[in-house]
C-alpha cells in the first residue's frame, strides 16, 4: 500500500506506474481517492475547529452562570450542542471516508523498482542468468509420477479417494527423500545465520489483509469456516503477520527468519489442478525465507536471498535458472520479483521451483510494523523467498539424478540425511 501523502503530492508517477503494470481501469481510482482524501482532510479540520470552539465556549459558560448572565449562558448551550451534533456527523463522514480510501489505497499497485522490465505477463519475463549445465541424457526420462511410481513411493488414487485431486499419498524412500530435502534445507539456512522457526499454519484475516492483496487472497487462501481464521498459503503469511503493530529496534535488525510449514492453496483461475501429478496441488510443505531489514538493506538482501535458491539447488547437482518478473507479472504489492527455475531434462526447459520477492514498505504500512532510529521512527522493508518446495521439486531432483536403470543418485549433501544411501531403487 503506498503512503498517501506521496500519491496526493505524486499522482501522475503513480499513474504511469499502474500503466506499467498494465492495470488501466485502475486509473480513475487515483483521481477518485484524491478527491476523497481532500474531503477526510477538510472533515477533520472542521472537527479540530470546532472542538476548539467547543472548549472555548464551554469555558464561557460558566462565566455567564457566575455572573448570573443566564440568557447569555442558554445560548452557549444550545451552540455547544449544535456543534455536537455536527462533531457527530463529522465522526461518521470520517470514518466513511477513510474506510472508502483504504480500500481503494488497498488495490493500487505499489510503485515497482526502476528495473523490472516491462511487460503484459510473464511471457515476458526476463533470463537473468542460468547456474550449472543443463543435460538432456541418451535414455528417456520417464514422467514424474511414473519415476516414483515404479520406485513404489507414490498413491495417487487413494488420495483422489479420501481428498479429491490435487492431492497424494507418498511412500518409502520418496516421503523420506521429500523429508530429507526439508531438513536439509532447514540446516542449509540456519547454516546462512538465519533462526529457524515453525509458525502457526492459520492466521487471522488481519494479517491476511496486509500480507497479500485482495485477488491473491481469494485465488489462494482456504477459509476456516465460523471463525476470524485462513488457512497460510506459505509461512511468510505468519512470519511476516509476527511483526503487526511492533516497533523494532535498528540494532535488532535484520531480523533473518527462515520458516518451515505445510501450505494451503485453493490455485483458483490457476492452469488446473493435475489429475495425475504434483506440479500443482491443494496441499504441499515448504522452507522458506523471511527478512525484515532496513529500507536501504533491502536490494542487498534481495540479491542473498535469490542466491541462497540457486546454492541450494546446486548442492543438490540441479541446474537452474533466474528469471527477472516483468512489470505485469509482479503482484501489486511487490517492487521486485524473480523467479528461480530448474531444469527439466524430460521437458528440456526449466521450470519454476521458487520466487524471491522485495515488498518495499507495502506489507510493513498495511501491518505498521516500524523501526525506531536515532533519526525518528521509519517503515520496515520486508522480503522473502522460497529455499524448496517440495514435492514439486522432487520432479526437478528425480529427473537430473535418474540413472539409466530407474534408480535415483542421492547427491552426496543429501546423504546425511537419507540414512547414508548413495541412491534409492
Known amino acids: 500500500m503506498l503512503d498517501i501523502k506521496f500519491l496526493r503530492t505524486d499522482p501522475d508517477i503513480v499513474k504511469e506506474n499502474i500503466k506499467k503494470k498494465f492495470q488501466d481501469e485502475k486509473l480513475p481510482l487515483v483521481d477518485e481517492v484524491i478527491e476523497l482524501d481532500k474531503e477526510f482532510r477538510e472533515a477533520k479540520t472542521r472537527a479540530e475547529f470546532l472542538r ?11 462565566f455567564f452562570m457566575a455572573q448570573g448572565q443566564k440568557d447569555e449562558a442558554e ?41 523490472v522490465p516491462v ?26 509420477v511414473d519415476i516414483m511410481e515404479k520406485l513404489n513411493g507414490i498413491e495417487l488414487d487413494p488420495a483422489r479417494d479420501t481428498s479429491g485431486n490435487g492431492f497424494y499419498y507418498l511412500k518409502g524412500d520418496i516421503a523420506r527423500l521429500h523429508s530429507a530435502c526439508l531438513s536439509y ?21 488481519s494479517v491476511v489483509d496486509g500480507v497479500m492483496s485482495f485477488a491473491e487472497m481469494e485465488n489462494m487462501m482456504y477459509k476456516i469456516e465460523g471463525e476470524d481464521l485462513y488457512l497460510i498459503g506459505t509461512s ?34 490457476a492452469h488446473g489442478i ?10 504441499f510443505e515448504k522452507q522458506e525465507m523471511i527478512v525484515v531489514c532496513r529500507p536501504e538493506e533491502s ?12 546454492d541450494y539447488f546446486r548442492s543438490l547437482d540441479i541446474p537452474v535458472r533466474t528469471l527477472e518478473c516483468c512489470s505485469g507479472d509482479l503482484a501489486d504489492l511487490k517492487v521486485k520479483s524473480c523467479d528461480v527455475e530448474a531444469w527439466s531434462p524430460r521437458q528440456k526447459k526449466y521450470f519454476e521451483v521458487g520466487s524471491c520477492s522485495n515488498l518495499g514498505d507495502a506489507q510493513a504500512r498495511r501491518l505498521k ?11 520496515a522493508h520486508t522480503l522473502n523467498n522460497t529455499c524448496v518446495a517440495p514435492p514439486r521439486m522432487l520432479i526437478a531432483f528425480l529427473e537430473n539424478n535418474l540413472n539409466e536403470d530407474g534408480s535415483v543418485r542421492i547427491p552426496e549433501a543429501l546423504r546425511p540425511y537419507m540414512g547414508g544411501k548413495d541412491k534409492i531403487g
Open 369 to 379: 510494523i516500524r523501526i525506531k532510529g536515532e533519526n525518528g521512527n521509519y517503515l
Open 299 to 310: 536490494p542487498m538482501w534481495y540479491d542473498k536471498l535469490w542466491q541462497n535458491t540457486v
Open 119 to 144: 511487460g503484459k505477463d510473464d511471457s515476458e519475463n526476463v533470463e537473468i542468468e542460468r547456474f550449472g549445465e543443463p543435460v538432456v541424457p541418451d535414455f528417456e526420462i520417464p514422467y514424474h
Open 75 to 115: 445560548n452557549a448551550k444550545a451552540e455547544v450542542a449544535s456543534m455536537a451534533k455536527e462533531l457527530e456527523d463529522l465522526s461518521v463522514k470520517e470514518t466513511e471516508l477513510e474506510e472508502k480510501i483504504r480500500k481503494i489505497m488497498l488495490v493500487i499497485p505499489n510503485i515497482i523498482d526502476p528495473s
Open 185 to 205: 534445507a532447514r540446516d542449509f539456512m540456519i547454516d546462512r545465520g538465519f533462526t529457524y522457526y515453525i509458525p502457526p499454519y492459520m492466521i487471522r484475516s
Open 236 to 269: 511468510e503469511h505468519s512470519m511476516i503477520g509476527k511483526f503487526i503493530d511492533t516497533m523494532i529496534d535498528e540494532k535488532d535488525l535484520p531480523q533473518t527468519l527462515t520458516s518451515y510449514s505445510p501450505c494451503f492453496r485453493k490455485e483458483v483461475g
Open 274 to 283: 493435475e489429475e495425475r501429478g504434483v506440479y500443482r496441488i491443494h496441499q
Open 52 to 62: 476548539s470552539q467547543r472548549n472555548k465556549i464551554s469555558k464561557q459558560i460558566g
